[in-house]
């Protein structure tokens, strides 16, 4: 079945794992309170640190609504890949609680607490980067920069100060980590300093390998202005009247084209803002190739955020995208 049927079926999925079959599996034994199918997949994803981070913050995500990890580490406590996913999970439960209407102590508290076992986790597994990843996504809750690891000089000097040594330390294991450089351009959205965003994605973007995933990620400030932008029509023009953007988004579709088969697959979450992108700059055959290839898959985002009626938005834009081809 080709995606326009699904999608007027109603089969396209959102799954957090997206094409990560063997992840999906371990997922859905999670949710279900189940943790050996997570001790095994990550046993084997050891050493693969683009992999490993994927894998583990899909899982830290999950993880965050249950107390599964707790039953683990009754049983082994010790366990490396346990210990790891247990950093995560606090930094997941403290972003999500920041965006909650709590009390601000119980807030300050999970934040502690998970920068404290972040801390902790980076001295014991020295070559994890995601302790490191963790520091640099509560980053954005120190809006005012108050701790010294957040205003760290620049590399360049037309760079504002910010967490830098975090993410040094964090590309050390994976220098081209995609998680890394997302959460520190969420660091920068978070501050609404798009100027420091858009400096920081000049600066590093187009040294990424051919291929990487990291060619999206100028891609997200443009769905954040659209989000937070008053006047939406003008803000819309970015898409259909701008050439910089037009470059943009064409040069992250080659470099979608170029991604290494499987192994070097996009997620689910780039292909929809890549199939966005290309739809909103009107190469609506591209953007269906883009459709195609992550169906039956699809992403929330960048839907929700451009649009109260998302489905609706994503029907248009697949519909007239398939139409193209015809």
């Not at 799954?15 to 999670?30: K, T, W």
């Not at 606090?90 to 807030?107: H, I, Q, S, W």
């Not at 980590?177 to 187009?206: C, I, K, P, Q």
């Not at 992550?294 to 938005?313: G, K, M």
């Amino acid at each position: 079945m080709d995606t326009a049927s699904a999608l007027q079926q109603g089969q396209l999925v959102q799954h957090p794992a997206g094409h990560d079959g063997d992840l999906r599996g371990a997922v859905e034994e999670l949710q279900q309170g189940r943790w050996m199918a997570a001790r095994a997949l990550l046993a084997a994803t050891w050493g693969n640190w683009t992999l490993w981070t994927s894998r583990t913050q899909v899982l830290a995500s999950v993880a965050a609504h249950k107390n599964v990890l707790d039953d683990w580490a009754a049983a082994e406590p010790a366990n490396a890949a346990l210990v790891s996913l247990q950093a995560r999970t606090a930094v997941e439960r403290a972003l999500m609680v920041r965006a909650r209407p709590v009390d601000p102590r119980t807030v300050a508290l999970l934040e502690q607490s998970a920068r404290e076992l972040c801390w902790r986790t980076a001295a014991t597994l020295a070559v994890d980067p995601t302790p490191w990843i963790g520091l640099l996504a509560l980053a954005q809750l120190d809006s005012e920069q108050r701790r010294p690891e957040h205003r760290v000089p620049p590399p360049d000097r037309l760079l504002p100060p910010g967490p830098w040594g975090l993410l040094d330390q964090a590309r050390r294991a994976d220098p081209w980590n995609r998680e890394v450089f997302h959460r520190m351009l969420r660091y920068w959205l978070a501050r609404g300093d798009s100027g420091a965003a858009n400096g920081f994605l000049a600066t590093y973007v187009s040294a990424a390998p051919e291929g990487s995933p990291l060619y999206a990620l100028p891609l997200y400030p443009l769905v954040e202005n659209y989000r937070r932008a008053e006047r939406k029509e003008a803000v819309h023009l970015q898409w259909t009247n701008n050439d910089s953007v037009r470059a943009t988004v064409l040069r992250a579709y080659r470099n979608w084209l170029a991604a290494p088969g499987e192994v070097g697959r996009w997620p689910v979450l780039d292909e929809s803002h890549l199939a966005h992108a290309l739809w909103a700059t009107r190469q609506r055959q591209q953007a269906a190739e883009v459709f195609g290839a992550t169906a039956p898959f699809i992403s929330a985002q960048p839907w929700v955020s451009l649009s109260d009626r998302p489905n609706e938005l994503l029907h248009q834009a697949m519909a007239q995208s398939f139409a193209a081809t015809r």
